[in-house]
């Protein structure tokens, strides 16, 4: 499966932007999808993942009541809606998917993945 995240940029504190994740072959309606991040000198954390059926999601705490992970199989694209983005946002963003047995199960760990996007830079300026 190969994915291609986008809709990174350059925003001031404050701002929003909407991360997308499509494959460009084949579908992932019977995939689970996460966001993971990685800033400058840090290790790749996870930030949002959702079910295959859409229905469970899950954020970590630091984008809580920020960040939005929804997903329209209909279109096979994943969003990651980022709200009210701080500085410490700023990091590389990547999407990662694997394939599910129970369409709502939820997957937050980064070795559960098997397919990577080549990421999408978001930056925050205070």
């Known amino acids: 499966v190969q994915l291609q995240a986008s809709g990174g940029g350059l925003v001031q504190a404050g701002g929003s932007l909407r991360l997308s994740c499509t494959p460009s072959?084949?579908?992932?309606?019977?995939?689970?999808l996460g966001w993971f991040r990685q800033a400058p000198g840090k290790e790749r954390e996870f930030v949002a993942a959702i079910s295959w059926s859409g229905a469970r999601s899950r954020n970590t705490d630091s984008v809580e009541g920020r960040f939005i992970i929804t997903r329209d199989n209909a279109k096979n694209t994943v969003y990651l809606q980022m709200n009210n983005l701080k500085p410490e946002d700023t990091a590389v963003y990547y999407c990662?998917?694997?394939?599910?047995?129970?369409?709502?199960?939820?997957?937050?760990?980064?070795?559960?993945?098997?397919?990577w996007g080549q990421g999408t830079q978001v930056t925050v300026s205070s």
């Open positions: 072959d084949g579908t992932y309606s019977n995939y689970a």
């Open positions: 990662a998917v694997r394939e599910a047995v129970h369409r709502d199960n939820v997957f937050t760990a980064e070795n559960s993945y098997y397919y």
